[in-house]
């Protein structure tokens, strides 16, 4: 008989959260509450943060939102190429895409390097550098999510045109960014342009400078 048959093998992932960055409005003071709401697109790109309780133009509790962007490298595959080293720090869980594919990082020596197609979509890495086990072709586009997020935009009231900032107004009490990362909505709740306390939601869409992201 077979001994094991009434026996289950069950395999888990271990899967849990570690600390990759740490970030903080260059603007920020004492009470403006930075972190109070926070939003993030699909693909960790963009990052918004209120700190509805900030001073503007010396105006208290007027609020604002900062908007962070992940630092994205892009190189173009030559056909000899396999490692690439990027300008800012990889943290500690990064993306790398190949033509839009997302490649799977090892650190298993098994894996074999350029063996008939099975090392594709592979690579390892060591400090800022990735390697692949197989060589790009030329023209490939290679994208690389290094975690690392810079300071992009900081937007308030004043960039409303015809806005009168009053105190109370704490923009940035709320805060939303589309799955694209290229419209953002700031909710005002005491915002009194019509009446006291009415509130409003201010929407922005990207102009199309993207300063965080490396060519």
Not at 37 to 55: K, W
Not at 127 to 132: G, L, M, P
Not at 207 to 214: D, P
């Amino acid at each position: 008989a077979n001994v094991l048959e009434n026996y289950q093998i069950v395999v888990r992932q271990l899967d849990y959260f570690t600390l990759v960055n740490t970030i903080a409005g260059s603007g920020s003071s004492s009470g403006d509450k930075f972190g109070n709401a926070i939003d993030v697109d699909d693909q960790g790109r963009n990052l918004i943060i209120g700190a509805p309780n900030a001073t503007v133009s010396s105006v208290s509790n007027a609020g604002e939102a900062y908007v962070f962007a992940q630092l994205v490298q892009k190189f173009a595959g030559d056909g000899t190429t396999t490692a690439f080293t990027t300008e800012a720090t990889l943290q500690t869980k990064i993306f790398v895409e190949v033509n839009g594919v997302l490649q799977v990082e090892t650190d298993n020596p098994d894996i074999p390097v350029d063996n008939d197609g099975s090392s594709s979509g592979f690579y390892t890495r060591s400090s800022k550098t990735i390697t692949f086990k197989y060589t790009p072709v030329t023209g490939d586009t290679i994208r690389v999510y290094t975690g690392s997020f810079v300071e992009k935009q900081i937007i308030d009231q004043t960039l409303v045109s015809g806005d009168t900032i009053t105190e109370d107004e704490k923009f940035g009490d709320s805060v939303a960014v589309d799955s694209k990362g290229t419209l953002i909505a700031i909710g005002s709740p005491g915002e009194d342009e019509i009446n006291p306390n009415t509130g409003s939601v201010f929407v922005f869409s990207d102009s199309g400078k993207n300063y965080a992201t490396i060519t």
